[in-house]
């Protein structure tokens, strides 16, 4: 905590962003066999609470997969084995997304929340951190992000994707283009994960032309417009 504080005291950071807030560790989720999902934030508070503290805001990465959604619980990276597989129900793995935005705004405050930022996972081009296909991830990534978007509403919103190369390297311009809904920052760099300080930001909100059809979240038609080419967003 103090190296956050002299962070934010004397060099001007201004937010902490960390892995694995879905971690079994932190119970938020659990599912047993039979039953219906249970959520709870209690764990996500206090950490919250903490960075709070420091006069930092947070970037929630939303990750690694909770074991009772994930289709392989053995694959894991790091000491804490954090699970990198997709999750078993895609619905899922939205509503906990959505559920937990829900959470922080009613806690802290649309007025705070709304200058947090949000990632979906860390470095999906990287079989280390994820099992999943390429277009795996970018249902992840919707599910996720239409999720916390529709919680967040009418507010600043801010969701990366992990990492913006994922999309350049294998074509996926529809990553980038997630959205063009007016005041809704989607921020990437093409070097490494994405974080707030880089200089992109792309506007998002609904899925753009080309996206795969299958991948679309439930409720969330196809749009009839095309995508801005590439090269024109900023």
Known sequence: AEAYRLAHDEIGARRVRAHAIFHDDVHVFTWPEGGEPTYDFTGVD???DRVLATGLA???????????????????????KGIVSPPKDWSV?????????????????IDVVAHWGFEV????????FWTGSKHDYLRL??????????????SRREIYSSP????LRDGFRCLLQLAREPGVAHGDEAGGPARPASGARLTVGVPPAGWPAELLPAGIPAPAVAAAPLASVT
């Open 46 to 48: 206090d950490l919250v």
């Open 58 to 80: 947070p970037v929630l990465e939303l990750g690694f997969m909770p074991r009772d959604l994930a289709t392989d619980v053995d694959a894991t990276c790091f000491e804490y």
């Open 93 to 109: 793995w939205g509503e906990l997304n959505g559920r937990l935005a829900a959470h922080l705004v009613e806690r802290y405050g």
């Open 121 to 128: 996972w860390n470095e999906p081009n990287l079989e280390v």
């Open 141 to 154: 990534y919707a599910e996720a992000a239409t999720a916390v978007v529709a919680r967040l509403d009418g």
């Open 164 to 167: 913006v190369r994922l999309a």
